[in-house]
T-cell receptor, first 115, second 109 residues
Framework: DTGVSQNPRHKITKRGQNVTFRCDPI?????LYWYRQTLGQGPEFLTY????????KSRLLSDRFSAERPKGSFSTLEIQRTEQGDSAMYLC?????????????FGSGTQLSVL | GIQVEQSPPDLILQEGANSTLRCNFS?????LQWFHQNPWGQLINLFY???GTKQNGRLSATTVATERYSLLYISSSQTTDSGVYFC???????????FGKGITLSVRP
């Protein structure tokens, strides 16, 4: 059973650069979520997709953040013009809606450091 | 939005001891899940439990939705149980979860 895969595991970038993270969900899962976690806090919801449709993006932190899931399979999260405050762990999770149960499975995350 | 509070914030146990972790939430929930974040940062889903009681090995969880709390029980704790335990809840039919601040558990040999 292949779990949720995220790449890269670590990303170090300079302030002002653009970065893109990739998430491959569990293959049969139809929902995909992005969360962000800072040190000492619980994950914070950013956006989610059902198949290729982005159902909510109002919680993306600013217009520098965008996410896509072009064919309803993998997803990318892009941050433009990175700032030091963007340093965090970016987590992807997927789920399969069925019979009213939605259990979330997380990837290992991408740790972003903005210098 | 919904508020999720967990207690205690930190817990230290001797191996073999039992423990109870609590999660209070401020609104009716359609979705409540417990996660364990191991020392390497991986979040593992322990339970999907918006109501009722479930058991999985040494772990069990109970959610009393009408009283807006959930409990996670760990019996015969092991050093591998160490890490941070998160409760997360949503009021909608999705997993736009609001997480608590977590409970840091340290199990000593």
């Amino acid at each position: 059973d292949t779990g949720v895969s995220q790449n890269p595991r670590h990303k170090i970038t300079k302030r002002g650069q653009n970065v893109t993270f990739r998430c491959d969900p569990i293959s049969e899962h139809n929902r995909l979520y992005w969360y962000r976690q800072t040190l000492g806090q619980g994950p914070e919801f950013l956006t989610y997709f059902q198949n290729e449709a982005q159902l909510e993006k109002s919680r993306l932190l600013s217009d520098r953040f965008s996410a896509e899931r072009p064919k309803g399979s993998f997803s990318t999260l892009e941050i433009q013009r990175t700032e030091q405050g963007d340093s965090a762990m970016y987590l992807c999770a997927s789920s399969l809606i069925g019979q009213g149960v939605e259990k979330l499975f997380f990837g290992s995350g991408t740790q972003l450091s903005v210098l | 939005g919904i508020q999720v509070e967990q207690s205690p914030p930190d817990l230290i146990l001797q191996e073999g001891a039992n423990s109870t972790l609590r999660c209070n939430f401020s609104d009716s929930v359609n979705n409540l899940q417990w996660f364990h974040q191991n020392p390497w940062g991986q979040l593992i889903n322990l339970f999907y439990i918006p109501s009722g009681t479930k058991q999985n090995g040494r772990l069990s969880a109970t959610t009393v939705a009408t009283e807006r709390y959930s409990l996670l029980y760990i019996s015969s704790s092991q050093t591998t149980d160490s890490g941070v335990y998160f409760c997360a809840a949503s009021t909608g039919a999705n997993s736009k979860l609001t997480f608590g601040k977590g409970i840091t558990l340290s199990v000593r040999p």
